[in-house]
């Protein structure tokens, strides 16, 4: 081809291009306001059967857990499953002071148990993988407060009816549907004694929780735990059940066989055998907004 | 024939022209609002990220939402609101791209009653819609748009879950506001 005339074709081009490049692109183009979108409701809620989750807190919000756990099913329908039997009932209340940490109080009725906890998100997974998880970590620090008068001289200390847990979880959304978290944890009992409603007598407990979401619709899933123990014979927690969202509530009902709600009691034994020892449990996560309302 | 310097000059005149007199106005942070009025629980959604363009010579508006930005003042209705109802992650924007009914002609300190006719898209659905609003135009460079619509969600296909009944209404109430610049 003559040069010259390539020259020109594409300098009339390039003019024809601007001159009606208006009519073509007329519209604005589609962007997004931010390009790395952090990845939401890896759970339904802050908690999951029975382990806290990567799921966070806004600054500001207050999430309040009261879930229940009740006595076996095994014991027929003359005990409506287990539930005249009595419920271990745990109040859980959790702040959070910025985006990425809250801290917390819980009550159990079991042993009478107090239970200050805080929660720090390190990681957020993100839409485009960049960041492939979320990895928080949770510290807790609990007392148990029963009358153990009966004991007479050998009631224990304070320091004796103390107990500490650590937790970190990984959480990643797989597919808009299923989510899963990891949860290497551990329990320290000061002083484990077999009046307290563990099953253990060692004091370090340490237990890898696997949680898992699959959900059925968009305010429905299927949930399962299992929390196998790693450094020692007694029988590991295995739960499922399921999350429902309603009305701002997360409603989570499952079978579970451990009566137990926090982490240190949790990891201590306790366990029914899985099928006939399975027990009902029952929260309700409410989460309030605090401060000004727009 | 017409010679090569002849159609270079005229597409360079036709391109200058439009240049020179392009009548268009955008902005970048129009505010966008939502408000949902239900029975015992009334909210609103809010944005300032609302971007837009209107062009008077081919009277065009086109004008879009990312749904991400919109904010209610509670975090977690905003996750379930993307997560649920609009799912931001398949269909991150709200769309309007149409043209006024009347007209582009607005004089320089009027303000005029206009209504917009167009395609409104959201939650991958496309319907379209009439918008009833008054565009002001502050100065030559600059004007103001403010118009209203209601959005059934049903025809959107976004779901309303029923066991909530309260907490979403089934039509909400649209409100843009912004100052367009050339």
Redesign the interface.
Known sequence: MNPKFFL?SL??TA??V??FS??VF???E?????ET?EV??IFHAPRHLNLLTVEP??EG?LHFAIMHTFGTIDSGIRNLYGIDNGANIQFSFEYAFSNKFSLGAARSSRDKFYNLFGRYHILKQT?DDKMPFSLSFMGAAGINTNDYGFLMENAPSASERSSFAAQLMVGRKFT?RISFQLSPTMAYFVDPRPEYFIQGSQNLYLALGFSGKFKIT??TSLTAQYIPNLNNDLRSNLGFGVDV????HVFQMYFVTSPYLNEQYLLAGGNGVPGEEFRLGFNVNR?F?TGK?? | MIGYRWVLFIALLVSFGLNANAQTFKTENGQAEFLSKASLLEFTGESDQLQGLIDLDKNLLDFYLDLNTLKTGVGLRDRHMRDNYLETKKFPFAEFTGEIEEGTEIPVGQTKNVTAKGKFKIHGVEREIVVPGTLKRNSANEMVLDASFKVLLEDYDIEIPRVVFYELAEEQEVTIHATLRR
Do not use: M, P, Y
């Open positions: 020109k300098i009339l003019v024809l601007s001159a208006d009519f007329a519209q604005l589609r962007r997004l306001a931010s979108q939401e409701l807190l806004d919000t839409q808009d968009g305010k969202e309603a009305g701002g989460v907004a309302r727009r």
